[in-house]
């Protein structure tokens, strides 16, 4: 039978029909993904051992315009450096979300004011900080002044100012809304926090987010790509949708600083197929 011409031309039809049904489930839900509440970035300490052009190339590879800068790669003096450096960043089209972490170890007007001056003049909203205890309230009469927040960044259990998220919540409570936490998870992670329960705890008062992996949940040596750990990264994403925050999910990679983009790129495929099978496109 499939030597006649409409036979043959059924069973093309046929075969056809099939190879397309197959993959329709792949085609469809490729065009059923939402756009990801979720964005994600990147901590340029990540990049530390590479000038701004290279960052900026990595930034173009990864697909990402979201740009937490540390003053390697944002110059705190001359005065202008700054201004002028941001503006590149912006040329190559990227978006500068924050700057930090810059330390406040002083109780003093003057050094809180420069660094202040120097987030300003380059047009940036947030500062992911450190201030020690004694100048907090200091810094947070500058937040005020100036409109810029302050996202206090934890850094686990030798950190003797802020080894946990909960140790910021005690002393800001009843600041100015514009003071918040930057969690970092994995130093939280390693401060003993179930970090969904965190983030909850944390609630409005999460302006930023640094996320890493540790094979180890106690050991900051054991850090490895995002997605190689113990991090219950889908978690913590299901965690920040419920939140509805509004901030940027930063990759902070420590590790491999003379090669880290390998490590970088897996994170970034792993966390956007976590927010695919979540339903996003990220």
């Given at each position: 039978m499939l030597n006649h011409p409409l036979s043959r031309r059924s069973a093309l039809k046929t075969m056809l029909m099939a190879s397309a049904a197959a993959a329709a489930p792949r085609f469809s839900f490729g065009y059923a993904l939402k756009p990801s509440p979720i964005r994600l970035g990147i901590a340029s300490y990540t990049f530390r051992n590479f000038k701004p052009p290279q960052l900026i190339d990595y930034m173009h590879q990864l697909k990402t315009p979201y740009l937490n800068l540390k003053d390697v790669h944002l110059p705190m003096t001359p005065p202008d450096a700054a201004p002028k450096q941001a503006a590149e960043y912006r040329a190559a089209g990227l978006t500068l979300t924050a700057a930090g972490t810059i330390y406040f170890p002083k109780d003093e007007d003057e050094d809180i004011r420069q660094k202040f001056e120097y987030v300003k003049s380059a047009g940036i909203p947030m500062i992911v900080g450190s201030p020690?205890?004694?100048?907090?309230?200091?810094?947070?009469?500058?937040?005020?002044?100036?409109?810029?927040?302050?996202?206090?960044?934890?850094?686990?259990?030798?950190?003797?100012?802020?080894?946990?998220?909960h140790d910021i919540l005690k002393l800001?409570?009843?600041?100015?809304?514009?003071?918040?936490?930057?969690?970092?998870?994995?130093?939280?992670?390693?401060?003993?926090?179930?970090?969904?329960?965190?983030?909850?705890?944390?609630?409005?008062?999460?302006?930023?987010?640094?996320?890493?992996?540790?094979?180890?949940?106690?050991?900051?040596?054991?850090?490895?790509?995002?997605g190689e750990g113990v991090m219950p990264v889908r978690k913590i994403f299901e965690t920040l949708v419920e939140l509805k925050y509004p901030g940027v999910v930063d990759l902070e990679y420590e590790i491999h600083g003379d090669d880290p983009m390998p490590g970088v790129m897996k994170s970034f495929a792993s966390m956007r197929k976590t927010l695919a099978e979540m339903g996003y496109s990220a």
């Open positions: 020690s205890h004694e100048a907090l309230g200091r810094v947070e009469s500058f937040v005020k002044k100036y409109d810029i927040k302050l996202a206090i960044h934890n850094h686990g259990p030798e950190d003797k100012e802020w080894p946990s998220p800001i409570g009843k600041m100015d809304k514009r003071m918040g936490c930057c969690v970092d998870v994995g130093h939280a992670m390693r401060a003993g926090d179930d970090i969904p329960a965190t983030l909850r705890e944390v609630g409005p008062r999460l302006l930023a987010m640094h996320i890493k992996d540790l094979a180890d949940p106690k050991s900051k040596e054991s850090q490895v790509a995002v």
